[in-house]
């Protein structure tokens, strides 16, 4: 069994530390690295290439919401978890825009962060439905009509079927639920999503999700 590589990257080495020591128990998962700032992360990822970085949000020099965007504009770039205090924060929000692949509370059970870390790295997104609707509410503001609207000249784009799809992605369906509920192949449910995917420049199922919601696609 391949282990998990993962980078750690928080301001704090207090939490550097108690990450590394409770994911360091987990015969599957492989501490790579650690960084202290943003700015060192690239460098760290050609040098270790992690499956998986934790990446801490607010670092005083560049904050992980910039060090998450430059990462995913990467080729084979890797998954990033955003370590956060809040449940629902704007910087949160712009973090999974930019492809993250979910956030954890520093003060999630260690069991929880690991299962995060193994969900990620298998390609499953660490966003339930409810938390991403706290956060679609929190951010509402001003600029909502201008985004819902290239939202939803965004998903125009796309057929019936795919649009289906993303409205249960939206919902937080996996593959198997998706399939039964279309009455369609999970193959043929994993190739909607990768044309979504493709076809609306998104990194991941979070994403989808995110564009569905800002599009009103889950208002019905």
């Known amino acids: ?29 492989e501490i790579v690295g650690e960084a202290g700032d943003g700015g060192e992360v690239e460098a760290l990822v050609d040098r270790t290439r992690p499956h998986v970085v934790l990446m801490d949000i607010r670092m005083p020099s560049v904050d992980g919401l910039t060090a998450t ?41 260690p ?16 966003l339930s439905p409810t938390v991403t609707r706290q956060l679609m509410d929190h951010a509402a503001d001003a600029a909502a009509d201008a985004r819902r609207s290239r939202a939803r000249e965004r998903v125009a784009t796309l057929g019936e079927r795919e649009r289906e799809v993303a409205v249960a992605v ?23 999503v990768s044309r979504i995917l493709a076809k609306l420049d998104l990194n ?3 994403q989808i999700a995110l564009l569905a919601h800002d599009a009103g696609l889950l208002d019905d």
């Open 69 to 109: 965007e430059r990462l995913r504009s990467r080729e084979d770039a890797p998954q990033v978890v955003v370590l956060t205090t809040f449940h629902a924060d704007e910087q949160v929000l712009r973090a999974l825009r930019a492809g993250a692949a979910g956030f954890v509370l520093k003060d999630t059970p």
């Open 1 to 29: 069994m391949t282990a998990i590589k993962v980078l750690l990257v928080d301001d704090d080495p207090l939490v550097r530390a108690g990450l590394s020591f409770m994911m360091g128990g987990a015969d599957d998962i």
């Open 204 to 206: 991941n199922r979070v």
């Open 111 to 126: 069991a929880e962060i690991l299962d995060a870390v193994r969900r990620v790295a298998s390609g499953d997104p660490v």
């Open 170 to 192: 939206g919902r937080g369906q996996s593959n198997a639920e998706i399939a039964a509920g279309l009455f369609m192949s999970v193959a043929t449910v994993k190739t909607h």
